[in-house]
Nanobody, 121 residues
Framework: QVQLVESGGGLVQPGGSLRLSCAAS????????MGWYRQAPGKQRELVAS???????NYADSVKGRFTISRDNAKEMVYLQMNSLKPEDTAVYYC???????????????WGQGTQVTVSS
């Protein structure tokens, strides 16, 4: 079994900061790209940021300059530092990882259960 467990969500005022963490655990032979997605009420899930195993990052235009994604390969964790938060950042944030569980098997997408981020005064 593979699990992704997010933490760090909560309520923050506009302009504030939060740091999300996601820990991968279980049968993991190889951990490839990891990322954060979000889904606001009534909207589709969208990519916020992703990072490859070598550290190459990609960000949605709406968060560039405000959010920073990072990872710790030894701990099998990915982080999202969110600064200058805006009300439109309010959403459930999901951790995603592409994982190969065993040698010579295919890679699979895994998702966390989500953590709520609410930006409001």
């Amino acid at each position: 079994q593979v699990q992704l467990v997010e933490s760090g969500g909560g309520l923050v005022q506009p302009g504030g900061s939060l740091r999300l963490s996601c820990a991968a655990s279980g049968s993991i032979f190889m951990l490839y790209a990891m990322g954060w997605y979000r889904q606001a009420p009534g909207k589709q899930r969208e990519l916020v940021a992703s990072i490859t195993s070598r550290g190459t990052t990609n960000y949605a235009d709406s968060v560039k300059g405000r959010f920073t994604i990072s990872r710790d390969n030894a701990k099998e964790m990915v982080y999202l530092q969110m600064n200058s938060l805006k009300p439109e950042d309010t959403a459930v944030y999901y951790c995603n990882a592409v994982i190969r569980k065993f040698p010579f098997t295919s890679e699979t997408d895994y998702w966390g259960q989500g953590t709520q981020v609410t930006v409001s005064s």
